[in-house]
């Protein structure tokens, strides 16, 4: 993890846990981590056209209101080269 800390500025941790989904023990540790209250969960998933979204059902499970949620779509151009090419 990285720890930045300031006289100005509140303290921020990055904490890079594992995917969801790759197996149970790590699911444990990451839900773990992401279930405390005063955690804003950030999510970082490669874009897909596909309409399930498996991520948001497990993060809905930690934050139901995803209020302190940020979701972060990458790749997202191959998407996109997908809708192009198919018209």
Known sequence: YVTIE?????????????????????DAVSIALASVPNRHILAVQRATPEPNNPLLASLASIDPDLARTTLVYSNFFDVVRLFVVSI
Request: charged share 15%; no cysteine.
């Open 6 to 26: 300031s006289a100005d500025t509140l303290n921020f941790t990055l904490i890079d846990t594992p995917g969801l989904g790759q197996s149970a023990d790590l």
